[in-house]
């Protein structure tokens, strides 16, 4: 675990508002398996704050923050989690014209982008395209054509219009396996009166909150008796990867996942501030203990927490939970709209996730 420097506590300045911050998060491209542009800012606002930062061999951005502990004590730790990485596409097969056929990379269909701009990520140079279902003016004798006008858009009747030809794109290094994303032209965050709306609030939003409850934690530190791991995962939408493989590598039993909490009437969850806690998903049941204390938690910051069992949901948490390697776990979400699409969440929901996350920390 390389060290690098000690915190050295500078002054909240308007380029470190949750605002900016999360600004400069969506417009990070971030596919699985190729978070860099992610990964490097996570790395700039954790050093100022952790005792010790890193990249480990899977590429999850480490930051430690260690607790007040009596020397010779055994040391006690939680690892907090957030996921790096968006849904995306990846490229399947190179046409002869130079389009690409893509599917989908993590939970993704192509409604969730529609016709759009796309950034496709090369081995050797980023170059533009344009995510198509071909012509509204179809008609239905072609599958492609009765497939678009139903609205029932599936990947095979998708494709990347590159202008390029192929020996181009092998120079750029364009390939199966290349990721396709949402073209930084479209991420801009949009506001809607009281709220914020973009693609990749998940799992931007959450990052956010944890980086903030770092700089909450760093006035607490006293009051922390346990040691910190600040883990921003690769491969969640996928596999959850990265935090398998750190929950088998860094100390502590307890895992907790920061994520985006889905706004449905059948789970009971609201568009508000007040943060969800997720008592259970598809992959099992959270550990009552840390339900109930992210609540008091929740409670203590001035929040009313929201129950909900999110059965159509899973988190870096409930994996390594349910593959043995983390012996308890819980969830503490943002309350979001439109999940896994054009999100939206309101003013204050970031802050209130980051205060309740560095509260229940400090009390741990």
């Known amino acids: 675990m390389p060290n690098d420097a000690l915190p050295d506590h500078t002054a909240l300045t308007e380029a470190h508002t949750i605002p900016h911050l999360l600004e400069q998060l969506l417009l990070a491209r971030g596919p699985g398996g190729q978070e860099d542009e992610v990964r490097a800012i996570c790395l700039e606002r954790l050093r100022p704050l952790c005792d010790e930062t890193w990249v480990d061999p899977a590429g999850n951005v480490v930051g430690l923050v260690k607790g007040a502990q009596d020397d010779g004590a055994p040391r006690r730790a939680v690892r907090v989690m957030a996921h790096m990485d968006e849904i995306a596409m990846v490229v399947k097969h190179v046409d002869t014209d130079g389009t690409l056929r893509v599917t989908a990379l993590g939970g993704a269909n192509p409604v969730n982008f529609g016709m759009c701009p796309v950034d496709i990520l090369g081995d050797h140079q980023f170059i533009p ?6 012509s509204m003016h179809a ?8 497939d ?35 073209s930084r ?4 965050p949009f506001r809607v009166g009281d709220a914020t709306a973009a693609h990749f609030l998940d799992d931007r939003a959450p990052i956010a909150a944890v980086l903030h409850s770092v700089q909450c934690l760093d006035q607490r530190r006293q009051e922390l008796a346990c040691d910190v791991y ?9 596999c959850n990867a990265g ?9 502590g039993d307890t ?6 909490g889905p706004v449905m009437s059948e789970y009971g969850t609201r ?6 806690i997720n008592t259970g998903d598809l992959k099992g049941y959270y550990t009552r203990s840390v339900v109930t204390g992210l609540a008091a938690a929740a409670q203590r910051s001035g929040y009313t927490p929201q129950y909900a069992l999110l059965v159509d949901f899973a988190s870096d948490a409930s994996a390594v939970m349910s593959n043995g390697t983390s012996a308890r776990g819980g969830c503490l979400a943002i309350p979001t709209e439109n999940t896994h699409g054009y999100e939206l969440i309101v003013d204050g929901a970031i802050e209130a996730c980051a205060l309740t996350l560095a509260d229940y920390l400090a009390t741990f």
């Open 255 to 260: 895992t907790l996942a920061v994520e985006v």
């Open 129 to 134: 395209g344009v995510l198509s279902f071909g």
């Open 230 to 238: 600040f883990v921003f995962t690769t491969l969640e939408e996928e």
């Open 139 to 146: 008609t239905g004798n072609a599958p492609q054509g009765a």
């Open 271 to 276: 568009l508000s501030v007040d943060p969800i």
């Open 185 to 188: 032209h479209w991420r801009a």
């Open 243 to 251: 935090a398998m493989y750190a929950a088998q590598t860094l100390p």
């Open 148 to 182: 678009v006008q139903s609205g029932d858009v599936h990947w095979n009747d998708v494709h990347v219009i590159t202008r390029c030809s192929v020996q181009a794109l092998r120079e750029y290094g364009v390939r199966p396996g290349s990721r396709v994303t949402l």
